[in-house]
């Protein structure tokens, strides 16, 4: 009855329609949007005679099955899967084959004989493969000589969820968490299986579903069987079930009197647990762990060290499939410490002393998900030790879900950074995918940004981060620029010119952010929400749960120290990589103060002072988001109606915000420099005790 | 575009549908469907060729948009609305008549000069004829000799929604908050104004936006022009906007060193904030207050009392329309003190001393939403006081999403109860609705189970609980029947039969939730978690926050003496009230537990001893779920198999957890009747050790 009135609405009510009408952003990048160039889609007609897939695994019935799908709406036509199509052509025939030389979730998309054959190893390969042919139909690209050969670089591809028992999502912008515990395992919400396709569509193949501050329900067999039944749709799009764990467990779950990873009762305890998952989850990921961090329980609570915890784990995964991720995200408290250095410290004497099931996950950066951050000295410094790469999706500290900041060049920034641990080109990417150290098993994880909101995202172009997240998780090679063509494409418009001026918005977001909100290397100017600016908080229970602590201003500067005369941090990187950042006058801009204390008129590259540097990013970005709003307004004749104006409104709330930001900083940096702003900047319009008491209010209960 | 994604996939994906097809809920009881019925189609038809609307008031526009809409769908038909209607016939004639022989809010339908007239004194008058017009239509109904005229027997008719500045609702498990505070003011989610439509359809026409546990946010100008972004969209439909108010924001959010209600300049200081708030909000509601109970800071902080506090925010809104809801909501830490007495004895002797613009908003009973309680002793003894009457739509102490429980009867059951105030029919309906009293102001409040979930309220049978109070809210004469028939219709099937079916299992779910809860008069079996059963919960920091305090269960027998001989509680009710409940042998028995402490052996009425009764309810309930499931599955051809899956897997939890709770009493009350289970009773297959450990699951962190 749904589409009668959608169709009512939309046909006749353009002028009014309901407000629940328009493109509302749940189908994602599957929208399979009618094919309207002509002469292509007479070429993919002629492969429409038929669907051809003689496997019976459910995989690859996903893949029958979303073919059916894509073409009923890109060509208006509903084509029929069958088994029997042994000597026909005009089809397109998904073909499971042992033997070709492909690896194991890689895929091959070629014409042969007649027919546009999707082949692989695998059921996976082929699923992978079907949402690739679609993606390249959606595009509206030839087939003619098509012959695409791909195999992701990277072998866990998942999504951390931090999503909690009580529904609500730690760092969540965008609604409630998709999963509800209460309902399951009777009730299933078909929302499931939507997010599962979206996902597989990317080539994601893990999810962890709960978040890393983990309740000990999920190793209760009440729970178990929840995830199960989550587990069996994940299942059909060859997605793995992952569950972050409670390192206490033993003790408040089992009743035990320890949790200490030595205890053999403890072992015995972790043994039968996994045991039982795996009764009723047979194709179990595995568990992903936070300990000693944060004031979560660990192995450290025991005398123990990281290693000993998560080879216990590993051992009682021996006789399965699944493996154990382990968190390096840790910082002691210690008030003379660099926090930069924490992990490092903790985890490099560890190399090699890891239980080959396990992988030990880095954020890419030492700190936290930082807009701009140097990579993790982690990289390159384990050899012995797979090292999965942690991103963040999610907006933590990009500005909640009323900033638009497109992640793909974070992320590849990190990717390309080069460790030169073995010489010139010993990149994070190739750490992380194994080639560098020769890994037994990689990992790339993303910190969800999906909620249960509509469109899943919150901010509609938050959409392309989990995008650009999954396609890198593919294929770490493919430009930013690439893959917002593609994603811009696929969920917004096919117009050339409107899709130019989208993705210059999107690539240049990232930067207006950082201008305004922690340019030149600035970081962590927040501390009770991680929104509001608070560049000036200075009390906290340790150090480094200060504002003050990151960026270090006083009367001479501005910036943390972390070269030889200070913490030293720049000492856990190669030579070549000290050389880059070491020195003041040569460190690149955007890093300048994550490792120098700098004079406030010191005179920088761009020949100002670095007040007159500082002021003037503030400014650009805080203006770069009116040429935003512009660029989006150009596109606007091109756009779904509700689409564009949620953007256009988000940009509305990112403008004010940013100045938020700009008045925030400079006048609080201004108590330091004494010094008035450069000539040809207006003045805030409000005082820093105004600002202070507009962002308290964020602050309120 | 997603029309057209949604038609390809009704049409032709029937067996295989996307599981984001079928109704989803999202369109609740406004679905318009089209007309099947062909004489009475042809009757409406006779009635479109125009729509007469000489009003350009935004509230009469949005009733002719609504009629546009509406028709369009039910009748196939775009009818352009026209001022230049007279002389014409064959139309639809919205007719604003200052003369009208009716209340203000008040409507009249009629078939006049060969129009269909809605009339009435003002612009909402004519919005809520529209709906009725509409819901008339979609139920099929004739319109020859319509003659219809209601009016509403309450003034302020409410919902309060318990939402949270974080986004989080308490009490809330339909997802989270609609109101996306972080994008306000700029970005309008489309959503606020279906919300407003349906709430409109009902006669709603006050929302309080946020939790009584009140953020201090919402008094500052960064939060009220938030707010009135949404109070712009919920004018258009006739709706005024409130908000809930921190008492102590004088002192957190001003800056006084006082919030004490008589100190001159927290009075200057409420002034002016009430002020600033008209300023951006000119049709301001008003202000819902909690103060001085469960630690919440209220004007007994200073010595002062109710009153008191309530006045000097009264004094506040003198220059304006709004008005202040108090909440008698109060139970003070009293070891000796029976919490049933708490709100009369703090609030009957302020009764005359609150500002003419005060209500004092009473919870429909003494305790707290349980499944059955008697009505509050307050209504009747406040004849100088306003008393508005708060309901709970949302199913905090109702099995929460997962249980199917009608609310109607629990609403009118309070609602037509005696209190012989003034003599027999001194029903608490005509307390509320101001006839008993003569009250100037009269007020209907629902705590909202609305949330961000695509169908609004999570369990797809919990959008009748929204649409029964809101109906209740304008008429509270009408029988739960009726609104049940009304609802089904309107939202699941207008097949007689299916609709039989489900209405009976609509009209049966709340007793059916009773006798496996709280049977006979029990109360409270939870404690931490307001869902799983801890009738065994005895530790809290003050002796009513245990469940043994409500149940006092010993080795003699069951329940809380009210009588003399107990904490006399009775004794606020008149004596005709007292003569119901004060005899054991004469107490109703859904009565019974809530006033005497009856021996486990004590013959009822039914024949039974009040353990053999006990044991009958709670394995009857918990068998009754399966009729309930039997009673959907007859329904199941006429219904949406979206909806129907829904449903059908949520009375699949509610079965089990059925068990669980009979368990769960039955387990742990033998620990005092040390008596078997009655002959024919299969013992439950758990004991109560592994209750309470899969209960204490539900506990963790």
Redesign the interface.
Known sequence: ?????????????AA?P???????G??LWL????VTNAPVKAEYVRYTAFIGNASKGEVAQSAS?EL??GL??LI?K?ISVTNAYAGKSGGIVLKLDANADQPEEGYRIQVLGGNLVVSSKTERGILYGTFALLRHMQMQQPLKGLNITSSPKVQYRMLNHWDN?D??IERG?A??SLWKW??LP???D?????YARANASLGINGTVLNNVNA???FM?Q??IVKVAAIAKVMRKYGIKTYLSVYFAAPK??GGLSTSDPLDPQVRAWWKEKVAQIYKEIPDFGGFLVKANSEGEPGPQDYGRNHADGANMLAEAFKPYDGIVVWRAFVYKADPNADRFKAAYEEFVPLDGKFDPKVIVQVKNGPIDFQPLEPFSPLFGNMPKTPLGIEFQITQEYLG???HAVYESPIFKECLESDTYVNGQGSTVARVVDGSLHGYARTLMAGVSNI????NWTGHPLAQANWYAFGRLSWDHQLSSEQIAREWTALTLTRNPKAAESIVSLMLRSREIYVDYNTPLGLSRPWMGVH?APEPWQNKGSRPDWTAVYYHRADSAGLGFDRTASGSDALAQYRPQVQQQWNNPDKTPLPYLLWFHHVGWNKKLSTGKTLWEELCTRFYTGADSVLWMQKQWDLAKPSL?A?VYT?VA??L??QQ?EAIWWRDAWVLYLQTFTKQPLPAGFEPPKQTLEEVKK?VN??L??
């Open positions: 009855m749904f589409f009668y009135f959608m169709l009512i609405g939309r046909a006749l009510f009014d309901l407000p629940s009408d328009g493109d509302d749940y189908r929208k399979y949007e009618p099955g059916q799908k009923q709406s208006g509903n028992v529904g609500t912008y609604g409630s209460y309902e009777e009730r299933v078909p929302r499931y299986e939507d309740s000990a329900r209760s009440e729970y408040t779950l909640f879900a009323t909620g249960n909101a509509r929104f779904d509700q949620d409104q988000r509305k709330v004010r507009s209010i964020y309120m209960k």
